[in-house]
């Protein structure tokens, strides 16, 4: 190589800094991971250059027999991989390797949690995998040029990770990018054949192009020029979707999942098929074991299931093919009859990937359904990792709302443990006479087992279905019906569990009193059937948005009328006893703020005036130790 021109020593971003210290400390007992950053960085330089060929001539013939080359040399402390890729220009080397303009960096640097296990598939994630080669290397060196440039536009940069790197334009004869690592001392026991190969198997076995290691010859410890080093072919490169299912051991599934993700974690399962017919492909789908750490918030990032043509990587589809609400699903999908050069927009519409996508959630869909009826370990991390993203499906995909609702499960007041119940489980065990799927929504499963909304279906032996997720509020909005029974919230509207119906004279009348102690504080205060124990609650009109929602429309920044709760009155309780028969108006005042204030309270809510709240409550303490044993505020506030 020799120097052209334009020698430049540039610093690297603050934040590239930063990342470089941290990463190097973070994942020093993952080191390993080096290697499959950089081999998927050649595999996917070689994929680009295979895509640009079927459209650009001067990439003619240049996408033969790629391969990726890794030679060492132990003694002086030297790896390197090479590509026959797409490789870089000089602006996009400073851009790629000198910048982390993607924001994606700072909130991997956020998110390093110091489980080494855990931060090394982030790694993956933020796409900051090159640096990763600074946790051995003291120096590292890339010769790339662009494959569709002219030989003197090849570019070297050179950097210690310390902050600064140094760029020229070199004469490169040879397309793609050759990586160059000087090896810090203590990880020079990497520097073996037979470590090279064990780490490549363990990481990259299934990336589709070659990996070749050149060792140095038999019995020859220093590789001169003079000697001819071995060349061995490492991986299998023979793309493991195209084989048939019967041919692949299930290790090798796992392998590939492991290849294809950088999970270290096993999928849960997965599924392969070839569909034959007018349209054809192939179709492999995994189902991870654990999310990635962004899934909830970031909903329209969606990697991980990649579309082939016969084997020629097109792109990440993803978005094509996968649901929002499969957003966890990882594959590989292989099109027959997909043209080559078609395009992302081409793509939207055609009626092939149309179908691939009814396929892939068809197939998705009895993966988890699979899943399910197994039940077990598998079953409870699906439900821990994914459960949330699934419900999605049901506001999202008419289609499939039943079968993704069968598939969702609950906390329930008929199981103490974790979430285990489905709709089909409540169905099984409903009374003969039960007519509705009792649900009740709440910010916490604690909140939801002591509401006092359960006290009715508690004497009554009716299971209530405890909704605590944030999106089940969204849920139950848009599932009404589940075979043919209606979803309904214990806290709206009347309740018709053959109570008696009719309120007392007296009930009404104290209701009455209490809406007019309350005046614009609440909305409606009448006597009902749900309560045993507590002496009030707040109950939801059938068609008005449920406190919880409100809540947390607001805390999303939205704009909310303000509701007034609607009060329902347990007359036989004590205390409305004790009320109904005082005839001191400021007390009665006084103890309606209180019960008001204690069914918010109940439901999770936060008081708008706390401190008057426990300025009351003190008051009857005060009075209540002080007259103990006697008196209307001793029975009142024990
Ligand atoms: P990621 O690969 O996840 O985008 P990296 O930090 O590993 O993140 O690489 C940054 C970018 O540098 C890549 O997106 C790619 O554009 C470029 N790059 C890295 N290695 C190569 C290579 N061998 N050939 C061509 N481009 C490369």
Redesign the pocket.
Known sequence: MTEVAGVETRSFDTEVHQLLKLMINALYSNREIFLR?LLS??S??SDKLRFEALTDERLKGLDQDLAIDIAFDAEAGVLSIR?R????NRD?VIE??GTIARSGTRRFLESLSGDQRKDARLI?QF?????SAFIVAEEVTVA?RRANESPDSGVRWVSDGQGEYRIETVERPEQ??E?TLKIRPEHRDLLTAWQLKRIIHHYSNHLAFPIRLHKPAAGQEEASEATDAEVELVNDSKALWTRSRAEVGEDEYRDFYSSLTGDPDAPLSWAHHHVEGSQRFSLLLFVPSSAPFDMLINRDDREGVKLYIERVFIMDAAEQVVPRYLRFMRGVIDSADLPLNISREMLQDSPLLKKIRATVVKRSLDLIEKLAEQGGEPWRKFLEAFGSVLKEGVIEDFEQRERIAGLLRFSSTSNAGDDAVGLDDYIERMKEDQEHIWYLTADSLQVARNSPHLEVFEKHGIEVLLLTDRIDEWLVGHLNEYKGKTLKSVARGKLDLGEKTEPDAAALALAGRIKKALGEKVGNVQPGGRLTESPACVVADDNELSPLMARMMRQAGQEVPELKPNLEINPDHALLGLMARSDDEARFAELASLILDQALLAEGAELADPATYVRRVNALLVEALDDSGSGEAAQAAS
């Open positions: 950053e960085n050649a996917d330089a590509d890729g797409i490789g870089m996009e790629n390797l993956g796409g900051v995998g090159f640096y790339t793609g990018t990586i």
